[in-house]
DNA sequence: TCAAAAGTGTTTGAATTACACCCATGT
DNA sequence: ACATGGGTGTAATTCAAACACTTTTGA
């Protein structure tokens, strides 16, 4: 097909996903035998990385890209997004939801036009999101990154970034989703710091505990986290089964 | 292109937008030479209305379904959008927003696979909404339907229909999209009967003035209605431009 | 016994609701 | 005058923030 040829065509779908995770995860199990609860080794603040792709081919060859690609004529448009998280990041997300779609037409001035259906996903500890940037398991092209400090971004892909971490924090604010960051069962400190983390900012440990559990989404499992230099905190889990596809709720 | 072939084609993008209008258009102008307002002739509530276009060929064919259509190579969504809009209504909506993608494999089993990015409008008063199912003007194979009694569907729209109403109830609720309905000016009455129209509710008039004005988003033209039976209600504008595209905010 | 986080209680102020009441206009 | 919606006032209620204080554990 020749340049002139590919312009005319008809705009090609793709997905791409901004994935979120914690590092270091907020209240990871550091895998002694006595099964102890750690916390954070230090004050180090909980902060934001996302998982991106670097291009192996023309338009933006060399950059990083949100990880993603185009929808096959089969694929409804989550599998898509599945698929390709589980090549990028080696494993399903604890959360998944669509977020926008983007068809500007400048986003790919030279190659065929290409319309992105984005989607944003939360993953809870996640080994290659803990080693940071020089992560090494499955994919050399696959890196992590600090949401701070993001290196620059293919196409209109750092926009969609911003949006995303928007609907984060927006999420966050007012539900419960950040549960997803965490394992099977959590402590409300855990879920409070996870909060804080997405945030940005202080959370009242007590006026938090009684906002979420009024939510009722929470389910005190009768267990508490054990080891704790303090007193042990109780553990919840949430009550609904684990939903992926979910529209967003404005 | 055979049967088969198509089935493997990549999924081509299409824009379906479902529009609401108001009936009777609440607040309008009754046309006579003194420009008096009229409110509504009787008790009739004011009811949402949606514009269906009749389909002319295979899938579905003969059944109602949103205006819409495939994306061209050179524009881009929203113009998408717009033109189809342009074509069924006759005019520009006072507001455009997108909704979700839809991208199920089941969308249109027999011909090529189609990923559809809804979005949703509102306009003022419009002419064959009034007129109600057998409008006349433009095109024979547009109606306009009540949102209570919608006919069959085609393909998943009654499930965008479903969801566009729920955007425009939460929206109206926590914002004065609604008022996107109306004219250029108008009392907030009128506002406030739009309100009750979209949430099926009544809608206290002293705290609705309140909530609306502390938005600051209204002002006061100076200006009052004329020719009421009891005393005149100020006329507002919206503070800013007419914006167009506006992502969803959650 | 001490430090630290878990968890409860209480006070304050802001936001929302319900509803009483006056205002301005055409009939 | 009077009916009608426009517009203001206000008390009651609910909701959110701030913060004091008690509890439970390991060290």
Redesign the interface.
């Known amino acids: 097909m020749s340049a002139s040829e590919r312009?005319?065509?008809?705009?090609?779908?793709a997905v791409s996903t901004v994935v979120f995770a914690l590092h270091p995860p907020a209240g990871a199990f550091v895998g002694d035998d006595t099964g102890e609860f750690v916390e954070d080794p230090d004050g180090d603040a909980v902060t934001i990385w996302i998982p991106l792709v670097r291009r192996t081919r023309p338009p933006f060859e060399g950059t990083w890209a949100l990880p993603g690609g185009?929808?096959e004529?089969?694929?409804?448009?989550?599998d898509t997004a599945l698929r390709n998280l589980l090549a990028a990041v080696g494993q399903e997300p604890g959360y998944l939801e669509?977020l926008?779609?983007?068809?500007?037409?400048e986003r790919s001035a030279e190659a065929q036009?290409v319309?992105t259906?984005a989607y944003w996903a939360l993953y809870s500890a996640h080994e290659d999101a803990e080693s940071g940037a020089q992560a090494g398991s499955s994919d050399q092209n696959v890196a992590w990154f600090s949401a701070d400090s993001l290196p620059r971004l293919a196409f209109d892909h750092a926009d969609i970034v911003d949006?995303a971490l928007q609907?984060l924090r927006?999420?966050t604010s007012y539900s419960t989703v950040a549960y997803r960051f965490l394992g099977e069962v959590f402590t409300l400190g855990q879920l409070r710091q996870v909060h804080e983390a997405v945030l940005g900012q202080r959370v009242d440990p007590a006026n938090f505990r009684r906002q979420v559990l009024a939510q009722g989404h929470l389910v005190d499992t009768g267990e508490t986290q054990k080891g704790t230099p303090f007193r042990p905190a109780r553990l919840y889990r949430f009550r609904a089964g684990p939903d992926h596809e979910q529209?967003?709720?404005?």
Chains 1, 2 share one sequence.
């Open positions: 312009r005319q065509a008809p705009p090609a779908v185009p929808i004529w089969n694929e409804t448009l989550i669509q926008y779609s983007f068809g500007g037409l036009r319309v259906i949006y609907r927006l999420k529209r967003s709720t404005p």
